[in-house]
């Protein structure tokens, strides 16, 4: 079974960095491309970032442009989320996922309805 296994949350005061891993397992890596999406209490889970897996084209939303990295090491079978500048508002569960491919992304939402396999998630606090 295709497995996404995160780790790195934690609770750090605002202005605090955090690297987000997701290891992969049960497929070949470069079956799909990955990225990181959060979810707070209350609120629609929202496409953070994505790495296009053959390209390194990545997407960002516009609330973590400049402050989030999303990158990945294919001999690790590893993504990572490099979470710089941290605001209270990026509270939230993060999960990593892996979708289809997109070369562009022009609707978040499309992401979202792209996803074949989530992680668990893990928890950032900003406070």
């Known amino acids: 079974d295709v497995q996404l296994v995160e780790s790195g949350g934690s609770s750090v005061q605002p202005g605090g960095s955090l690297r987000l891993s997701c290891a992969a397992s049960g497929y070949t890596f470069g079956t799909y491309c990955m990225g990181w999406f959060r979810q707070a209490p209350g609120k629609e889970r929202g496409a953070v970032a994505r790495?296009?897996?053959?390209?390194?084209?990545?997407y960002y939303a516009d609330s973590v442009k400049g402050r989030f990295t999303i990158s990945q090491d294919n001999a690790k079978n590893t993504v990572y989320l490099q979470m710089n500048s941290l605001k209270p508002e990026d509270t939230a569960m993060y999960y990593c996922?892996?979708?289809?491919?997109?070369?562009?992304?022009?609707?978040?939402?499309?992401?979202?309805?792209?996803?074949?396999?989530w992680g668990q998630g893990t928890q950032v606090t900003v406070s």
């Open positions: 790495i296009y897996t053959g390209s390194g084209n990545t």
């Open positions: 996922a892996a979708m289809m491919c997109m070369d562009a992304v022009h609707n978040p939402n499309d992401l979202l309805r792209a996803v074949n396999f």
